[in-house]
């Protein structure tokens, strides 16, 4: 053995194991995750935001960030490597991470399901950034037309006009004036105060299958805000209980297909409980 693995086994040792599983957790957090700090009270506290402000989702930093990312992330695409690379992560000549992998590869599986003996389909990107997933569905579906529309912040959606013309755009909740073969909410969820609400609105819109994926669940605790710091700017962050979503997505007529591994832990700060980002497809009613 050698002195540097024996000195790490001297260390695991002497260290209290609450310790060695907060350092765990803090080396699997992704770095699209960022810093997330337990703040029960979050909702509570709300600053209308002035010039220069952040402003969430829909800040200048993020558009700007994920603009010069998109060439990219493009070419990415184009090769034959693996799909273990995202947008919202600072390098994207990382392509081997595991829970990007199981997200890409799950939707491309759920593509192929949806798309069973049909030429087009027509899928729903609620908080689609970029319209990233219409070119990773081009990537590994190119003999079926993909309709996509996108749900997004309107400096999201202005540059995603212009770099992803192809998708259809919307900033406001017109999308769900009609249905879709497809309806997926990718990390997106817990950014909403009345999720549950959003949740079944949203579900509703879905002819065939319900992706709900990373989304961020906590299985003995309440679920709980957290304030994330990502992009230059703040924004509030859920962690949800997991048998509550479940029950909400049953209650909006879902009936549960398959649960996904996403295979993220992102860590928060001070937090009751921590969190997993898990994943899930579920039939639409409209389907049975």
Not at 14 to 27: C, F, G, R, Y
Not at 276 to 282: D, H, K, Q, T, V
Request: charged content about 20%; overall charge negative.
């Amino acid at each position: 053995m050698s002195v540097r693995n024996n000195f790490k086994n001297i260390i695991r040792l002497l260290t209290p194991p609450i310790v060695l599983k907060a350092v765990a957790s803090l080396k699997s957090t992704s770095s699209t995750e960022h810093i997330l700090e337990y703040a029960p009270d979050a909702w509570d506290v709300t600053v209308a935001p002035q010039d220069g402000e952040v402003d969430g989702w829909n800040a200048e930093n993020v558009a700007e960030t994920e603009s010069h990312k998109w060439e990219m992330f493009c070419h990415n695409l184009e090769s034959a490597g693996p799909l273990g690379f995202a947008h919202e992560h600072p390098d994207l000549s990382v392509t081997r991470y595991v829970p990007f992998h199981n997200v890409h590869m799950t939707y491309a599986y759920l593509l192929a399901l949806t798309a069973h003996q049909k030429d087009a389909i027509s899928v729903l990107d609620w908080g689609g950034a970029l319209g990233h997933y219409y070119q990773i569905g081009r990537a590994v579906l190119p003999d079926v037309k993909i309709d996509f529309h996108c749900r997004e912040v309107p400096k999201l959606a202005a540059v995603g006009q212009r770099l992803n013309p192809e998708v259809h755009w919307y900033v406001d909740d017109s999308c769900l004036d009609r249905s879709y073969d497809l309806v997926m909410m990718n990390g997106s969820l817990q950014y909403f105060r009345n999720w549950q609400e959003t949740l079944c609105r949203v579900a509703a819109a879905a002819n065939q299958f319900f992706f709900l994926t990373r989304l961020p669940v906590v299985e003995s605790s309440p679920s709980f805000p957290a304030r994330q710091h990502i992009y230059g700017t703040e924004m509030i962050h859920m962690q949800l209980n997991q048998a509550e979503v479940l029950q909400v997505a049953q209650s909006a007529g879902l009936e549960l297909f398959r649960e996904v591994v996403v295979g993220d832990r992102p860590y928060v700060h001070g937090a009751p409980e921590q969190c997993e980002l898990r994943g899930w497809i579920f039939k639409a009613a409209k389907a049975r």
